[in-house]
């Protein structure tokens, strides 16, 4: 049976969203005029539609999975269920207004936001009374143009709120990224499932390949023990072995440094295209 996965129709999210599925083997439109692409050799019909409607269709259409934010997913209230975070597009929704407004000032206020269901869920669950302004796009404007108190929406760098004078308070309403939905669990989507999360780990990590003395090699082991185990292979200099370890991308340089202060030597770093753990 042919599987119908929704994407990102535009957008920064469209364009992560496409280049993973690419990684994963799975072919793309060309033309970004085209809504719909059929890839026959993984027999998957891809749909590329508005990122908020994404949720609709798979929780209450025809699609199986699609790939949205956890942000719009909650304010859809589909009953589309979250599979796998893809790592990428991650953002924050919160509240915020002028410098020096907490939480303890939302009583009564005017709240604009472009996710209505999400933020009365929030207020219901506090016990506040809010009037919830529904805006569907430059959210931040609504303050200095005397519509709303305060706005509550997805942030990534605050650079938009503090152009127009505003400052996110408290803690997120809720921590965002792309994610793939599906319509309930079914054996059909492992697949897809397994190479998305092979790409998904891939990125996060990196090949390390090393040189090292074997009265050194516990300590090297110590700083990459690798997923399960470190390989290790003897050298044509029987007192040295060569270590391969897969490291988080993210503390690879300092990895390096921990390395060379206890001996090795030659140590290289691959990127991970995809894999399979």
Known sequence: MTLKIALPNKGSLSESAIEIFKAAGFRQRQDVKDLIFLDPTNDVEFYYLRPRDIATYVGNGELDLGVTGRDLLADSESSAVELLDLDFG?????????????????????????????????????????DIVHLDGAVESAVGLGVADLIADVVSTGSTLR???????????????????????????????????????????????????????????????????????????????????????????????????????????????????
């Open 90 to 130: 991650r953002s924050s929704f919160r509240l915020a207004g002028p410098v020096g407004v907490s939480s303890n000032s939302l009583e009564g206020k005017r709240i604009a936001t472009a996710y209505p269901n999400l933020l009365a869920k929030y207020l219901r669950d506090r016990g506040v009374s809010a």
């Open 163 to 277: 152009q127009a004078g505003l400052a996110a308070f408290d803690q997120p309403i809720l921590e965002s990224s792309a994610i793939l939905i599906a319509r309930g669990e079914r054996s059909d989507f492992e697949l897809v499932l397994r190479r998305l999360q092979g790409v998904v780990i891939a990125r996060q990590y990196v090949l390390v390949d090393y040189d090292v003395t074997r009265n050194n090699l516990d300590k090297a082991c110590t700083i990459t023990p690798g997923i399960e185990s470190p390989t290790i292979s003897p050298l044509q200099k029987t007192d040295w072995v060569a270590v391969r370890a897969m490291v988080p991308r993210r503390e690879v340089h300092q990895v390096m440094d921990q390395l060379y202060e206890v001996g090795a030597r030659g140590i290289l770093v691959t990127d991970i295209h995809a894999c399979r753990l």
